[in-house]
């Protein structure tokens, strides 16, 4: 029987997080609803097994996904992550192989070189320390790298790097301290013993040149054991809680499970899931071009981790889910920063360390307040009837050239159709729910679907994106939702719209809501194709830039939208386009405002487009080619 | 003024020692560009709730700043947020969060009431 005192903080360490993953994991399981229990059995035991293997590998092992956005950021992570995984496995079966028995105890495995330090003199026993060598040489390489990323983080090509808690910092220091411990512990015994490779070898031959390397081997395998216990040991209270979460998220997620609008126990998993890398600082709009730097989703859930009151940062946001497309781990942050929105105001709560490790489930409920219902003054509804009905929306009345060309392009169509809105409508109730007010929202969806379903229609077309997305979602509605680039689409495909090929540059503005939102990518640019020459920009399609308008933001200023607004449109016609698309009334607005170049919306395109004799007159009408007076 | 004859008409004075301006107080001090509103009424003209309703932000905002909250406090709640308002304002006053804010500072007054 091997063993030494030194072993016991890192079993302790080990035996601990072990025995709490599968703790934390009954809870999680527990907490889910009854469907999404049913969903993890299915996937877990189906064919979405395989997949959540190979998502395993490649994201929490190699971290593809953050190679693709920064190679050194990848490498770094893939380094500790993949390097430690495989000095685990390749020490484990070194242990297995070279060990005086099978099957050890994950200890032997890890303090190898200690009991057996005349291991790997010749032969295939040098080969194998040479391969444990260079994999102990590619986790250092990383770990140099996230040492200089938290002193220096331009380095590593990111701007902001996320700022930590004082326990963050200790567990940081201790994950920073086992693999240098590790180097120094096997090369005194190497170096006392004349084995070891490369790096362990030459290292530790010139250590014992001038100092004791048998007696002083023995204090730096304490250190790397006790450097490995405190960090099992803490983890659960710090961001490294990510590692262990993250495989449990994997098999969640390729079972079906989302986050919807209701807070469970998804969402904590998904929270604890984040592993502050910061790439959502770097996406974040209100980062790059207004320089704020601490409402960014890594906050908001190491926010909702610690129990802090995070209104200030939940409300803060521009709701465009840059951040969701490029989260590596694929956190679903903006429904997460929804939900905590309808909150509210939380209070800070110091929890005792043993809280900590075994939370309450985070607390989504808002505050309870006996009020009256806002909007009974709402008229009864008349219906209209008609097989298709056009919903402008508030935006779309706003900028009236928009609707004009909704018009003209229903009537050359020949479609049949009623406006609802004509004289002004209702809103659709996103707004509200942006505000973290579902209970009044939902007073508006209902009075919006009496109406839509009064009519009897079979197509809703709608011009804003806002109302999309929440006719979409939130309403429930059986009846085909089209945002009127789609319908437009359909119309040329049906032959029922003719139109000229107009030969102007135009680039096209994905709004946030119709792209990221709702995934509406492709109908917008077939149309613009169609008749205009689209070129491309570097913010295309999920990459899209937020006008800066959103009403999903009601704490930065007038001047700070301004700035976000002219970044944004600065960035888009780089190439001096003739016309700045969007099929967005609030992002044509607010773009307008920011830039030179003509701004218009897709719907203005294809009325100026439409092929008509008949139409020839009212080109003449001084209303309908007046360009629309900016107001900002 | 569907009523006719003789009446005493109500006091109109403003008493600036009697109202309270906490609310007032408390919005511009969360949002500064409260304080830049000419009260000029773009918001009002453009509202959705005030195409059904007499409901005016332009009037409400007025009101706030006199102290005069009950009629505040009755009508805030109709707002819809959709935005309208502060896309227009010709003074770049976030009229949503001023909207928040007062809904806000109601509620926190009938909790602690209660």
């Known amino acids: 029987m091997q063993f030494d005192p030194f072993i016991i903080p890192f079993n302790i360490g080990l035996y601990f997080i072990l025995i709490y993953a599968v703790v934390r994991s009954v809870m999680w399981f527990r907490d889910l609803s009854k469907q999404d229990k049913l969903r993890l059995q299915r996937g877990f035991f189906g064919r979405s097994f395989g997949q959540s293997l190979k998502e395993i590998f490649m994201e929490s092992l190699l971290h593809r996904k953050i190679f693709k956005t920064n190679f050194r950021l990848g490498y770094m992570h893939m380094s500790l992550a993949f390097g430690w995984f495989l000095l685990i496995l390749f020490g484990t079966l070194e242990a297995d192989i070279f060990g005086s028995s099978h099957l050890n105890a994950p200890y032997k495995a890890i303090f190898f070189k200690y009991f057996n330090p005349d291991h790997g003199r010749a032969g295939f026993e040098a080969v194998w320390s040479f391969v444990m060598d260079f994999l102990l040489a590619v986790i250092l390489s990383g770990l140099i790298i996230a040492i200089i990323k938290r002193l220096y983080s331009r380095i590593v090509g990111m701007k902001k790097t996320t700022k930590l808690r004082p326990l963050d910092k200790v567990a940081l220091t201790s994950l920073w301290m086992i693999f240098p411990s590790r180097l120094i512990a096997e090369s005194f015994t190497s170096g006392a013993y004349g084995t070891g490779s490369f790096l362990t070898g030459s290292l530790g031959s010139w250590l014992a040149s001038f100092l004791p390397a048998h007696e002083m081997a023995y204090p730096f395998w304490w250190l790397y054991s006790l450097s490995l216990g405190t960090f099992f040991v803490l983890l659960p209270l710090t961001r490294y809680m990510h590692i262990p979460t993250e495989l449990f998220l994997i098999f969640a997620r390729n079972s079906g499970i989302t986050t919807g609008d209701k807070a469970g126990a998804f969402t904590d998993i998904q929270t604890y899931s984040c592993s502050s890398c910061g790439i959502c600082i770097d996406a974040c709009q209100l980062n790059f071009s207004t320089g704020i730097t601490n409402i960014q989703s890594a906050y908001l859930l190491k926010g909702i981790r610690n129990n802090e009151n995070v209104k200030d940062i939940a409300f803060n946001c521009l709701m465009c889910g840059r951040c969701d497309q490029k989260c590596p781990v694929g956190i679903e942050l903006t429904p997460i920063r929804m939900l905590r929105r309808r909150a509210g105001e939380t209070e800070h709560v110091e929890k005792s360390i043993l809280k900590r490790y075994f939370p309450d489930k985070p607390s989504f409920n808002p505050v309870k307040v006996s009020e009256k219902p806002s909007f009974d003054f709402l008229p009864s509804s008349r219906p209209v009837k008609a097989d298709v009905v056009y919903f402008a929306g508030c935006m779309t009345h706003l900028t009236p050239s928009i609707r004009n060309s909704m018009i003209k392009i229903l009537d050359a169509s020949g479609v049949k159709y009623k406006f609802i809105d004509e004289n002004g409508g209702v809103c659709c109730g996103r707004p509200l729910m942006l505000a973290g007010q579902d209970k009044e929202a939902r007073e508006l969806i209902n009075f919006n679907s009496k109406l839509i379903l009064k009519s009897g229609a079979q197509t809703l077309v709608t011009s804003c994106p806002i109302c999309y997305k929440v006719f979409r979602e939130s309403y429930y509605l059986d009846i085909e939702v089209l945002h009127h680039t789609q319908f437009i689409k359909n119309l040329i495909d049906e032959g029922s719209l003719k139109l000229n090929f107009m030969r102007k540059k135009v680039v096209y503005h994905t709004p946030c809501d119709l792209g990221r939102g709702s995934g509406v990518y492709d109908e917008p640019r077939d149309v613009l194709r169609y008749v205009s020459r689209l070129q491309k920009t570097d913010f295309d399609n999920e990459n899209s830039l937020c006008c800066g308008g959103s009403l999903g933001n009601m704490k930065i200023s007038y001047k700070q939208k301004q700035i976000i607004a002219a970044d944004a449109a600065a960035r888009l016609t780089k190439d001096n386009p003739e016309i700045l698309a969007t099929s967005c009334p609030l992002c044509k607005k607010t773009l307008a405002a920011a830039t030179e170049t003509k701004v218009a919306d897709i719907a203005e395109i294809v009325a100026e487009a439409i092929m008509l004799p008949n139409l020839m007159k009212e080109k003449s009408n001084p209303m309908l080619i007046v360009k629309e007076p900016v107001t900002i | ?114």
């Open chain 2, 1 to 114: 003024m569907d009523k006719f004859g003789f009446a005493i008409s109500q006091q109109r004075q403003i008493d600036f020692e009697a109202n309270r301006r906490d609310i007032a107080e408390y919005i511009s001090e969360k949002e500064p560009s409260f304080r830049v509103c000419i009260e000029c009424g773009c918001c009002a003209a453009t509202c959705t709730t005030g195409n059904f309703t007499p409901f005016s932000l332009r009037e409400l905002l007025i009101l706030l700043k006199r102290g005069e909250n009950d009629k505040v406090r009755d009508n805030i709640n109709k707002c819809m947020l959709c935005g309208k308002c502060t896309l227009v304002c010709p003074r770049g006053v976030n009229t949503r969060n001023v909207i928040s804010l007062a809904r806000e500072a109601f509620q926190d007054r009938i909790k602690n009431a209660v």
